[in-house]
């Protein structure tokens, strides 16, 4: 019998985003089955690391490799990367006005099968997955997050993830404008899909509530573009508690600070309460 | 509803009908009047058409629906007046390839006409297309409204898309308005669709149909319907296979 593992790999990866660079060598390995918790203050690269692994055309690799067993990632198209069996559930998922998310799921599925899904088959798994995360059942019919609310367009990514069955799925902070209930069904669906498909998740998250009921078997933490320490879940229940603030000390670092703009126009001003501060 | 293949140089029609122009000029002339008049005009003319209309409307309520998703060259002059009490709605869907210069001269007659036009139009790489939309009220043409949109999609940089849409207003009792959005697909977009597997041609296929069959409800009226939509289809899956 050949038993396929799957593997992504990441070595000594750095990337410029707008000439700068962001990511300054990162080392990390994603096997199936393995939770993977990423973490680390705003701004310091959690995003650009998954975007970076799905291909999006604004983050440049300078060097190092990517590679999902054994080959090149970095040589792929990001449909290929999709095709492949890399999932990305973004930070701030696109609304596509005009498309139907039953249409939209329907072209992805097929596009990663030789034959194309029946209507039937179809229909009810969209069907068992839209119930599962307790989602609005016209949802087939209306167009990819458009005049979603926050935690619809959440949910949607994962109801896509669902459908689409990933080998290494990457959550940019699924959990965040999810309510308690929501958190507690999308984390349940996470771990349903993981024990059906042995599937390897990496999962960025500010908040310990999720990582809580996900149970993470490894865990980073992204400052200024490094994985500055790696540990398991107690990693991320002492930064749930203590904050970052004794790794600056400990390792003698600084974070990135968030970058703001200078120069506020007056229509932001009168609507940005933060405005007036800076 | 009648289907009529125009095949004749003038064609006058004087009921809810399906045209289909199979001619290389046709003058098309109606006086529409008392009664809810639905219109379809669907170009299959393999080669340059050029279709001349002169319509008016009174005490009616009128629907017309243009459907052109050829690469073939369009020269298009519509002439429509509004008379008391009636409405004309006005869907159009383009398909710019080739050259296509169309020309919509619009008027509000008298009081109480209402006309919207739509217009929903994909431009290509070998497009020159123009359209110019113009919404004339004319004066004692009290309580009547003109409203004009336009979307506008552009692919890979057409050789020419311009929408063009005027409003000359010569009554003070009236509502009048014109909206356009032109735009190509959002990088961010395409990445999305890419990301879950979709390539350029996929993603566009999705997004072309979205366009020019911006709403199957409108169509759904003529026996024509389904042929349309199975007909956009086809066209989409032309234009992304190439
Ligand atoms: N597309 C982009 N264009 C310009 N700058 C970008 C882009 N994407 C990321 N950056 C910059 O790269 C840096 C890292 O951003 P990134 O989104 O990776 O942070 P993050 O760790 O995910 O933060 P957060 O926790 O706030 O989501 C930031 O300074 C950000 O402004
Ligand atoms: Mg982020």
């Known amino acids: 019998m050949v038993i396929i593992m799957n593997i992504l790999e990441i070595k000594d990866l750095h990337v410029n985003v707008a000439e700068k660079e962001i990511l300054k060598g990162v080392d990390l390995v994603v096997k199936q089955g393995e939770i993977h918790a990423i973490m680390g203050p705003n ?45 990305l559930a973004m930070q701030y998922p696109k609304e596509i006005a005009g498309v139907t998310n039953s249409d939209f799921l329907r072209a992805a599925i097929n596009s990663r099968l030789e034959k194309n899904i029946s209507l039937f088959k179809f229909i009810k798994e969209m069907e068992s997955n839209i119930s599962k995360l307790k989602m609005k059942e016209d949802l087939a019919h209306r167009f990819v997050n458009d005049g979603f609310s926050g935690g619809e367009k959440k949910r949607n990514e ?11 799925a990457m959550l940019d902070e699924i959990d965040s404008g999810l309510d308690v209930d929501a958190i507690k069904l999308v984390s349940d669906a996470i771990l349903e899909l993981k024990e059906k498909s042995d599937l390897g998740l990496m999962i960025v998250s500010h ?58 126009s007056l229509g932001t001003c009168a609507r940005n309460p933060r405005g007036k501060n800076a | 509803m009648p289907k009529i293949i125009a095949n004749d140089d003038v064609l006058v029609i004087n009921e809810s009908s ?64 509004v008379n008391k009490d009636s409405s004309l709605q006005v869907n159009t869907t383009y398909l710019g390839t080739g050259n296509k210069k169309i020309v919509f001269d619009l008027f509000n007659n008298e009081p109480n006409s209402l006309i919207d036009i739509n217009n929903n139009i994909v431009c290509l790489e070998d497009a020159l297309f123009e359209l110019e939309c113009i919404g004339t009220i004319r004066k004692g043409a009290k309580r009547s409204k003109c409203h004009q949109s336009s979307h506008c999609l552009t692919i890979d940089n057409p050789r020419k898309a311009s929408v063009l849409p005027v409003l000359n207003i010569d009554e003070n009792d009236v509502e009048a308005s014109h909206s356009l959005s032109s735009g190509t697909i959002d990088e961010e977009i395409l990445f999305y669709m890419n990301s879950r597997g979709l390539n350029k041609k996929e993603a566009l296929n999705l997004i072309l149909r979205s366009y020019l069959m911006p709403n199957d409800n409108y169509y759904a009226e003529f026996d024509e319907g389904t042929l349309i939509q199975e007909m956009a289809v086809r066209k989409v899956d032309e234009i992304c296979s190439m």
């Open chain 2, 18 to 81: 399906t045209i289909i122009t199979r001619n290389k000029t046709i003058n098309l002339e109606y006086q529409l009047s008392d009664g809810d008049y639905s219109i379809l005009i669907l170009n299959d003319y393999d080669d340059k058409v050029t279709l001349n209309e002169k319509g008016s409307i009174s005490n009616s309520s009128v629907k017309i629906a243009y459907l052109e998703l050829d690469r073939y060259d369009l020269e298009q002059n519509c002439h429509i007046e």
């Open chain 1, 207 to 264: 908040y310990e509530r999720f990582f809580t009921m996900i149970k993470p078997t490894h865990s980073h933490v992204i400052v200024d573009g490094r994985i500055v320490v790696e540990g398991d879940d107690e990693l991320v229940y002492k930064i749930d508690n203590d904050g970052y603030d004794w790794l600056y000390d400990e390792l003698k670092i600084q974070p990135v600070k968030e970058s703001r703009p200078l120069v506020y």
């Open chain 1, 43 to 87: 701004g310091n690269g959690k995003s650009t690391l998954l975007q970076t692994i799905m291909g999006h055309p604004s983050y440049t690799v300078t060097s190092g490799s990517i590679t999902f067993n054994g080959e090149d990632v970095l040589q792929m198209s990001v449909d290929e990367r999709s095709r492949k069996g890399l999932f």
């Open chain 1, 158 to 168: 994962i109801l896509q993830m669902m459908m689409l069955h990933p080998s290494i």
